[in-house]
């Protein structure tokens, strides 16, 4: 069965750091792009930062300059480390990713992990 796990959340004070991370498992042939999205309650969810399988990268405005995203294509894990946090950047981050099962005849799916909340101290 192929999933997201994520880790890395808690709570931290402003000006801290996190870094999340996310392992897609499960009989994958291929990840193609991953990314951080972010939910506050009665928001929608918006996208943090996307990267592609060669690395080109996006990041929303609000966090460029503060949050770095990066993978390692061998273990198929997406990273998001966040640095001088403020307190809006508090949500439930979700990992989300594109990726081709195996014997999926190169078709990609998109993939959603469970979130992990962060939480931002004023």
């Known amino acids: 069965q192929v999933q997201l796990v994520e880790s890395g959340g808690g709570l931290v004070q402003a000006g801290g750091s996190l870094e999340l991370s996310c392992a897609a498992s499960?009989?994958?042939?291929?990840?193609?792009?991953m990314g951080w999205y972010r939910q506050t309650p009665g928001k929608q969810r918006e996208l943090v930062a996307t990267?592609?399988?060669?690395?080109?990268?996006n990041y929303r405005d609000s966090v460029k300059g503060r949050f770095t995203i990066s993978r390692d294509n061998a273990k198929k894990i997406v990273y998001l480390q966040m640095n001088s946090l403020k307190p809006e950047d508090t949500a439930v981050y979700y990992c989300?990713?594109?990726?081709?099962?195996?014997?999926?005849?190169?078709?990609?799916?998109?993939?959603w992990g469970q979130g992990t909340q962060v939480t931002v101290s004023s």
């Open positions: 989300n990713a594109d990726l081709v099962p195996l014997g999926g005849r190169n078709t990609q799916y998109n993939y």
């Open positions: 499960g009989s994958i042939f291929k990840a193609n792009t």
């Open positions: 990267i592609t399988s060669g690395g080109n990268t």
